[in-house]
Nanobody, 119 residues
Framework: QVQLVETGGGLVQAGGSLRLSCAAS????????QGWYRQVSGKQREMVAY??????NYADSVKGRFTISANNRENTWYLQMNSLEPEDTAVYFC??????????????WGQGTQVTVSS
């Protein structure tokens, strides 16, 4: 019913920047929650940043370096990542809790995009 597609991952040197995008499509009325998570192989997926009720929240490890924003006219949200560190290397996933046009809610994940930060 709702699909998410991430773009913008890649390889960057420490101190550099990347911008991730998550485009949502489907029977979307509104978003209750739009987020970014990341996962390192062998470790649990962790929250990076999310917007809910118009308020942005961040993991302590990325505060001051990452910024989440959304353009809900285009059903797209972003993660601007500055001052990247090798520890930020992970697969990044977007996640959304969507209110559907037909009613009800639907929570879904994107397929993930690799971010690699070299030292």
């Amino acid at each position: 019913q709702v699909q998410l597609v991430e773009t913008g991952g890649g390889l960057v040197q420490a101190g550099g920047s990347l911008r991730l995008s998550c485009a949502a499509s489907g029977s979307i009325f509104s978003f209750k929650y739009q987020g970014w998570y990341r996962q390192v192989s062998g470790k649990q997926r962790e929250m990076v940043a999310y917007i809910s009720g118009g308020i942005a929240n961040y993991a302590d490890s990325v505060k001051g370096r990452f910024t989440i924003s959304a353009n809900n006219r285009e059903n797209t949200w972003y993660l601007q990542m500055n001052s990247l560190e090798p520890e930020d290397t992970a697969v990044y996933f977007c996640n959304a809790d969507v209110t559907l046009i037909a009613g009800g809610n639907f929570r879904t994940w994107g397929q993930g995009t690799q971010v690699t930060v070299s030292s």
